[in-house]
């Protein structure tokens, strides 16, 4: 007899030596049986031919499921290998994980995959699903399977089994002809395989290193159901129109040039923003009570070594020497805010201490990892360090929280996630101060009414943070901003302030940042608002243009005005048709476009456009003053 408990608690008797998890999910229900694509036993995902012979607690997983979702993705990453060999029988299989949104799977093949590869490998894995195949897991001792993968010509996998101790054994998945090297759980059949999309190609080398083979790379994306699927595309389709890439070359905001991968050229509309950008944090430093400070780009090796980045993070830094000494470019601002800190005896009555500084920090980062400006290996960071006491801690964080949701609202930002990171495994630092800091952040984001979760174990080694996750227009997560505390680079940079008691203590140091890389923010913004910046933040603001050459003095004296107001306006008196001007400024996305013919001249006016083709009418220019002026008030 084997008593099985299902999550809603109810229990359920089997008079069998065994049950598989589809006898589970057959005895609640047909349709529960046919929907089944794994199971859950005692907390652990397995297939739904796995055998329960002792009492258990069961889930039946469906594509309803977060687990279903993996399942089905890892199962067509296997499908996708099948079709791959049932039409390049000579290609070589290697790994196929499940990643967000879908999968891939790398190949050894004599050619490059084309587009037209790529659909004929898809149309395959429809056919291959539709003849629903039973999914068969079996076991092999290590070298036996090393040897049979040899046997067939999959040196790759052979190479993977080899890398495993030889006192474990390995599972194999079989569909059709297809047999594979896997954990699973897989779903029972191919049949459960419907709604998937092979995305792109790409290259990678073997193991991630350069020196060995270059791969061929299939992306893929597997749903639960085609409303999900074509949700998805749209989604991508949506996103692609909105890359940041495709719109900074548009818009003629910066560009990535070969001669310094990683790095960005700020064209003048591009700097534009980056200076919006930067001053609007500035003010906002000189408000919170922050003192803005600048440290050194180039540090001594002594000084990493002793905050323990040259051990652990050499390979990520540029380093240089000069006589005989060896430097590297920060990667980050805090060792430099240190030592301004140390700079003078500090005492109690200065704490809380808040640096701010837009430090340029650079990041030996791999090439295949960069990605226009949102991922770069030179960037600025709005980087702040708090200077405080334990006790300071909470009240700090609930300025913080309040001060990070002003200013995402005010970039068009509403919806925030908040995540706490608590003690990971290996750590330094009392169980007492670590219960004293996590109590604190979480105190302080309850104070602040936030909802979080809990990411137990992801804090850093010396303590835990929060992170805060914006999620933009298409439901992308987005992470920026971060509140961390650190007792540990205060200690190792022998960092002090005097007591009440007249004694010296180590401070804790607040890591805080709101948008974190300013290159990476604004590729988030410009994606978030489609290229179209909101009107305090657009690099030209207002075009001016004229119908005829008569208005042309008319507009050069409401330019003037308007630019000694402080707006960014551009003048076009260029002897085009005005249909042509007005279309081709709408295209570069301007909050505004004042068209002025004879009657707007002789009544002192404008006529006003606003973006997305919306005409406003005839304005005074008091009254457009006015409105841009709220605009700029409102962070419209």
């Not at 084997?2 to 349709?31: C, E, F, N, W």
């Not at 999959?154 to 080899?162: G, M, Q, V």
């Not at 595309?233 to 070969?258: P, Q, S, T, W, Y």
């Not at 200076?275 to 002594?302: A, C, F, H, T, W």
């Amino acid at each position: 007899m084997i008593q099985i408990t299902l999550p809603d608690g109810s229990k359920r008797d089997y008079d069998a030596s065994s049950v598989t998890i589809a006898d589970v999910a057959l005895s609640i229900g047909a349709g529960l049986a046919k929907a089944a694509l794994a199971g859950k036993v005692n907390g652990k995902v397995v297939d739904t031919s796995y055998s329960i012979n002792q009492d258990s607690t069961v889930a039946i997983i469906t594509a309803k499921d977060a687990e279903g979702l993996e399942v089905i993705r890892h199962s067509t990453a296997h499908l996708l290998a099948y079709a791959v060999k049932e039409l390049f029988p000579d290609a070589q299989v290697t790994i196929g994980p499940v990643i967000e949104h879908g999968f891939f799977y790398d190949f050894s093949y004599k050619r490059p995959f084309t587009l037209e590869d790529l659909a004929l490998i898809e149309k395959k894995m429809t056919a291959l699903a539709a003849l629903d195949e039973p999914v068969v897991r079996r076991v092999l001792p290590r070298d036996e399977a090393v040897s049979y993968f040899k046997s067939l010509g999959e040196h790759y996998k052979a190479e993977i089994i080899a890398s495993i101790p030889a006192n474990e054994d390995v599972s194999l998945y079989r569909e059709g002809a297809f047999e594979d090297l896997c954990r699973g759980p897989h779903v029972p059949s191919t049949g459960k395989l419907k709604h998937f999309k092979l995305m792109k190609l790409a290259g990678a080398y073997w193991r991630g290193d350069h020196n060995n083979e270059m791969l061929q790379r299939i992306y893929g994306t597997a749903w639960g159901s085609k409303d999900e699927l074509q949700q998805h595309l749209k989604m991508l389709e949506e996103a692609e129109k909105r890359d940041h890439r495709k719109l900074g070359r548009e818009l003629d905001l910066f560009h990535i040039d070969e001669h310094s991968p990683g790095t960005v050229f700020w064209h003048p509309k591009g700097w534009t923003v980056w200076q919006g950008v930067e001053q609007y944090m500035r003010k906002v430093y000189q408000d919170n009570g922050y003192l803005e400070v600048k440290g050194p780009q180039i540090l001594d090796q002594s000084l990493w070594e002793k905050t323990g980045h040259w051990d652990k993070y050499k390979e990520n830094m540029f380093v240089t020497e000069s006589e005989k000494r060896d430097y590297a470019l920060k990667p980050m601002n805090c060792p430099g805010h240190i030592l301004i800190y140390k700079h003078g005896l500090k005492s109690y009555r200065d704490l809380p201490l808040r640096f701010g500084e837009f430090g340029a920090c650079h990041r030996n980062e791999p090439s295949g990892g960069l990605h226009g400006i949102m991922r770069v290996r030179a960037f600025t960071q709005d980087d702040g360090h708090i200077f405080c006491t334990e006790d300071q801690i909470q009240s700090e964080v609930v300025a913080f929280t309040t001060l990070l949701q002003k200013v995402y609202a005010d970039f068009g930002f509403q919806n925030i996630i908040y995540k706490l990171s608590t003690r990971p495994e290996k750590r330094i630092g009392t169980d007492e101060s670590w219960d004293k800091a996590e109590t604190a952040l979480a105190e302080g984001l309850k104070a602040s009414g936030c909802e979080f979760t809990y990411l137990p174990g992801e804090g850093a080694f010396y303590g835990p943070k929060i992170e805060y996750t914006l999620k933009d227009a298409l439901g992308r997560e987005w992470q920026c901003g971060t509140i961390q505390v650190d007792p540990n680079l205060p200690e190792r940079l022998d960092a002090e302030f005097v007591g009440e008691d007249g004694g010296r203590h180590r401070p804790i140091m607040l890591h805080r940042a709101i948008v974190g890389s300013l290159e990476r923010f604004i590729g988030i913004l410009i994606e978030e608002h489609a290229g179209a910046l909101p009107f305090w933040l657009a690099p030209v603001q207002i075009a001016i243009l004229n119908i005829t050459d008569t208005q042309a003095e008319y507009a050069q004296n409401v330019a003037k005005r308007l630019k000694n107001k402080g707006f960014r306006v551009e003048l076009d008196l260029r002897n085009e048709k005005i249909t042509y001007k007005i279309r081709e400024h709408s295209m570069q996305k301007l909050p505004y476009i004042l068209v002025i013919g004879d009657k707007e001249m002789a009544a002192g006016s404008v006529a006003v456009r606003a973006r997305g083709n919306v005409d406003l009418g005839v304005m005074s220019l008091d009254d457009f003053e006015t409105k841009i002026a709220n605009d700029v008030a409102t962070k419209a």
